[in-house]
């Protein structure tokens, strides 16, 4: 236990955000909140600005660049006008150098030098959380609960553990591409847990299903099912939205993710460790060598996407890795993959794999002469099991063959997927 609790004081001296970056931030807010509050003035909108996120809640981590969410809450005479359009019109008169993401309501982000970004969010002000148009709605309820849930610097800094030891393993974010715990979700969980470690504990012991109902807004578990979107109910773990009980905070985890996170806690619980917190890079070189070893092909690629950079970008990579996956899985044993977001337009892939001794190819019914015949013709090793007629195949193709042969046949559906390119790396 004292190990533990050294290792986490060392780690935390590396995940708090240094003082004079903080003040920076709040210099530079406190500046470009006080110009944005004067443009809307000018423009007679009736809006409030608030700084929200993981800033407002002192729960920010230290990284190469720090995001930071300024809201833009508008009144709610606002409903099903273009408020997004509104604070772009605020932002040029300031003129302001900002980029704008596309999303279910455009918001807006501006690069502070190479130290930080400010992501300028339109939002409805609702007085009840289901009166809400879309999530970012509800950020101002997040915001005032959390910060009255975490009051010491204690909670505080085991928020922080958790985010650094999710952002490490790859697990902290809700985004497509991640499926994982968003900032919010870790804030709930921790105030639920009370401590970093008894979270990570509490991770590797879920079974089943795990309801988390902080506030106990639901009397049980059947209330619960019978409330609550089915579609928000297939994550492992539920944690009831403090703010709005019809909502899973946590509806983003998915199976995959969480039993990858399980495996870590587990690890780091049975030998604790700094690495732990600290983002592992992937050794190409050494995977090679490995591969070379077993007497495996390896292979590493880079696709590219036509969307927008960020979550939908990220979220189409991923989505063809899985499916090249599958696709390779037919043909192929694969021991060890990766897939790495650039944040960008392109992801890398991996692959370390052997080719199966044969595939089975599932042939016509045995009743059906022409195309049985038609089969039989094609391979002549063809063989009736059941009502069915199969056939073993051989492949011979290196995984590069494979690939490039693989790319010229789906072309339409890697447009289909909004998949531009696919080079060996």
């Known amino acids: 236990m004292k190990k533990i609790e050294n290792i986490l004081k060392e780690v935390l001296i590396k995940v708090n955000p240094p003082k004079e970056s903080l003040d920076y931030i709040e210099k530079f807010l406190k500046k470009f909140i006080a110009e944005l509050e004067g443009k809307f003035r000018k423009m007679k909108a009736d809006v409030q600005i608030f700084v929200g996120g993981s800033f407002a809640k002192g729960t920010m981590i230290r990284k190469g660049k720090y995001d930071v969410d300024v809201f833009a809450r508008f009144d709610e005479k606002y409903r099903g006008k273009n408020i997004s359009g509104i604070t772009k019109k605020a932002l040029e008169e300031m003129k302001a150098d900002f980029s704008v993401v596309h999303g279910s309501r455009d918001y807006f982000r501006i690069d502070v030098g190479s130290s930080f970004f400010v992501e300028i969010v339109p939002v409805i002000k609702v007085k009840k959380p289901k009166e809400a148009e879309n999530i970012t709605d509800l950020s101002y309820f997040h915001v005032d609960y959390v910060k009255k849930k975490l009051k010491t610097g204690k909670m505080t800094e085991e928020v922080r553990l958790a985010k650094a030891f999710c952002h490490a393993n790859k697990c902290y974010g809700a985004e497509g591409y991640i499926n994982g715990f968003s900032g919010y979700a870790l804030e709930l969980l921790i105030n639920h847990y009370k401590s970093f470690l008894n979270f990570a504990r509490g991770m590797t012991k879920i079974k089943d299903k795990e309801i988390i109902d902080n506030e106990k807004l639901y009397k049980n578990k059947s209330e619960i099912m019978m409330n609550m979107n089915s579609a928000k109910m297939v994550s492992p773990i539920i944690v009831i939205d403090p703010t709005y009980k019809e909502r899973n905070a946590l509806a983003a985890l998915s199976e995959e993710t969480f039993r990858q996170f399980k495996e870590v806690c587990r690890k780091f619980l049975k030998n604790p460790s700094e690495k732990a917190f600290e983002e592992q890079e992937i050794n190409l070189e050494k995977i090679k060598e490995n591969a070379r070893k077993t007497k495996s092909e390896f292979i590493s690629l880079i696709a590219e996407t036509d969307k927008q950079e960020g979550d939908v970008a990220g979220s189409k990579l991923i989505k063809f890795?899985?499916?090249?996956?599958?696709?390779?899985?037919?043909?192929?044993?694969?021991?060890?993959?990766?897939?790495?977001?650039?944040?960008?337009?392109?992801?890398?892939?991996?692959?370390?794999?052997?080719?199966?001794?044969?595939?089975?190819?599932?042939?016509?019914?045995?009743?059906?002469?022409?195309?049985?015949?038609?089969?039989?013709?094609?391979?002549?090793?063809?063989?009736?099991?059941?009502?069915?007629?199969?056939?073993?195949?051989?492949?011979?193709?290196?995984?590069?063959?494979?690939?490039?042969?693989?790319?010229?046949?789906?072309?339409?559906?890697?447009?289909?997927m909004h998949i531009v390119g696919l080079k060996i790396d």
């Open 321 to 416: 890795y899985r499916h090249l996956s599958e696709e390779i899985g037919k043909y192929y044993k694969i021991s060890n993959k990766g897939f790495d977001y650039n944040d960008k337009k392109q992801a890398n892939y991996f692959f370390v794999l052997k080719k199966k001794d044969f595939i089975l190819l599932n042939g016509p019914d045995k009743k059906d002469k022409k195309n049985s015949a038609l089969f039989r013709k094609k391979h002549k090793n063809a063989f009736v099991k059941g009502n069915r007629i199969f056939a073993k195949e051989k492949l011979d193709k290196s995984i590069r063959e494979f690939i490039n042969d693989w790319k010229f046949k789906n072309s339409e559906k890697m447009k289909e």
